[in-house]
């Protein structure tokens, strides 16, 4: 079945860019031969309808949309599992909260973001993985009453978040959760997180809203519909016949979560390749994890959560385009091959 999405997608991306350019060719053609084409008594949706090329650009169409209701058809029972995947109320009685915070040259946020967290109910403890920073991030960390964890070496902030992570297995925690260290998420916004993890595995964030986003955020438009597109997709993934999927998704890109302490121990070894520390998919490994979480029959909910302009320089700020764009591959390969 994941081969089958596969090719779909990837035939979906090459039929839309050949019915694209189909249309683009035949305006520019009219624009171009418009005024000979009304002489010689042709118009332009007599061109069309002649057109031996856009009959089999329909025909390569309609067999797509074929074989798309093929893949759907088999979809009727997919995840449908009332043990696994609907409705269960589970009362976490006494929370217990860990707090990951990856940090890299975040001196002017980190203080800020650790007391946020640590003065919130529920939290007891907050753990920052310092990716070996060259400001006073390991120092105001340490000062703000952190646990830090300090690596001798720039190793990227997906090992530095799937290191936290294992770190916070080690507390007595029962919720395990994650953040940016930029400050663009607000502490707060974990009170009405918890309450959902009643009833699923994990609770995600997402910056989609705009009446809950602060104008001039990091989060261009781009960036907005990219996450939107990439998450659809995800959705489409596991899609069913009779609920529109196992998960609901707006937004890859958001790193702000909480999760049950059981549920990360069933897949927290499955985030690195065997044998290494190295984590899986990159940059893309909090859409990694939460397909992790999909594919091992965890539950997910995403909320709207607050967004904020970060504290500091961005991290992606000056980011070339085409750097952009090939992170955005990344995320669409592990969609396509998780």
Known sequence: MKKFFFSMTISFLILLV????WVFVNIYMFVVHGIESIISGQTLIENIYYSIYLRWILLADLIWLISWFVFILQRKSYK???????????????????????????????????????????????????????????????????????????????????????????????????????????????????????NCDMVIGTRQNQVMTEKGNQNSGFFVWANFILAKLIQMKYVSLEHMGIVNLTDVGCVYRIMKRESLEKIVDKLTHNGTDQPIGGV??????????????????????????????????????????RVGLNFLWLILTV
């Open 18 to 21: 050949i019915n694209i350019t």
């Open 284 to 325: 893309g490994i909090g859409l990694y994890f939460t397909m992790q979480c999909i594919e091992n029959d965890q539950k997910i909910i995403e909320i709207p959560v607050t967004f904020k302009k970060r504290i500091g320089k961005s991290k992606i700020s000056g980011v070339s385009t085409g750097k952009t764009i």
């Open 80 to 198: 449908t599992n009332s043990d696994l995947h609907y409705l269960q109320f589970e009362k976490i009685e006494k929370p217990k909260i860990c707090i990951i915070i990856p940090t890299y040259n975040e001196e002017l946020s980190i203080e800020k973001v650790v007391k946020d967290f640590i003065n919130q109910e529920y939290v007891e403890h907050v753990i920052v993985v310092d990716n070996n920073s060259s400001d006073r991030t390991v120092e105001i960390a340490k000062d703000s009453n952190a646990k830090v964890i300090t690596k001798n070496e720039n190793k990227g902030y997906s090992h530095s978040l799937v290191l936290g992570l294992k770190e916070a297995i080690k507390t007595d925690a029962n919720i395990i959760g994650t953040v940016e260290a930029d400050g663009t998420f607000n502490a707060y916004d974990l009170q009405k997180m918890i309450p959902y993890l009643d």
